[in-house]
């Protein structure tokens, strides 16, 4: 039978190898992809997630079972390295053009999809930071309120209203984007 | 002029988008360099933590069994 993240983190405290390499291998695309949603930046993401597992050899013992998920966990130290990058970038400057994401489109879905999921990557990635963080959390890595609230390391009432507002603003960027994509139908765009 | 459909981006809707933008992300392979890298700061971590317990504790023990004068 499989090990439950639980059962993982408590071996690796214990100094169990293995666990260490299979909680790596079943949570570092989970890892990646909270990174990736934050910064942005496939390189930016892979350097998080390397972060996050460095700090899980020195930090798994500091894991508590019940105050949340394993997952919330590790995406809580994710966000705390993802924001010293981010910190860190506003002083390098913007990457080139070809160098976003990998965010592949369905090729049987056509140029339009593509299109939205690209302007939806830009909407995301021009939230501020703290609707950025519930937006990815809630609605991308689905988490709870209480395990999206520990990872953002805020109340659960603030994830909620946090989580609102950057609904909002994606709605009403998206509404922006989709009069300028007017030759496609509403509700081919979303 | 912005039609009323237009206008009606909700909830669902947006969750349902950000749902494809999600499953559009190519996560890429580990990189076994990486991969090397945090194993062997397993290891090294477990040995220090190790050397640190075997130290501490040989330090107790002399404390316990100092003669006293």
């Known amino acids: 039978m499989q090990e439950s993240d639980e059962e993982l983190i408590a071996a690796v405290a214990a100094g169990d190898r293995e666990a260490f390499a299979a ?65 860190a970038r506003r002083y390098e400057p913007m990457p080139p053009p070809g160098a976003e994401p990998a965010v592949m489109a369905d090729p049987a879905d056509g140029i339009a999809r593509g299109r939205q999921v690209e302007a939806l990557r830009q909407a995301l990635g021009s939230l501020p930071l703290a609707y950025r963080e519930a937006v990815v959390l809630c609605d991308l890595q689905e988490l709870t309120y209480q395990d999206a609230a520990v990872a953002a390391g805020c109340a659960i009432g603030t994830v909620r209203s946090r989580l ?27 | 002029m912005m039609n009323e459909l237009e206008g009606n981006v909700d909830d ?19 990189d076994p360099l990486r991969e090397a890298a945090l194993m062997a700061a397993f290891d090294a971590a477990q040995e220090r933590r190790a050397g640190a317990s075997a130290g501490s504790t040989c330090i107790w023990r002399d404390s316990r069994r100092r003669p006293r004068f």
């Open chain 2, 12 to 30: 669902r809707d947006l969750a349902l988008a950000l749902r494809r933008l999600d499953d559009a992300v190519v996560v890429p392979e580990a």
């Open chain 1, 23 to 87: 909680l790596y291998r079943r949570r570092r695309p989970d890892v990646y992809r909270f990174a990736l949603h934050m910064t942005g930046a496939p390189a930016a993401a892979d350097d998080v997630a390397q972060d996050v597992f460095m700090t899980v050899i020195q930090e798994a013992a500091r894991y508590t079972p019940g105050r949340s998920g394993v997952i919330a966990w590790l995406l809580g130290i994710a966000r705390n390295h993802a924001r010293r990058r981010l910190s």
């Open chain 1, 164 to 190: 609102h507002r950057g609904r909002q603003i994606l709605a009403a960027t998206m509404r922006g984007e989709r009069r300028a994509f007017a030759p496609w139908p509403a509700a081919e765009w979303l």
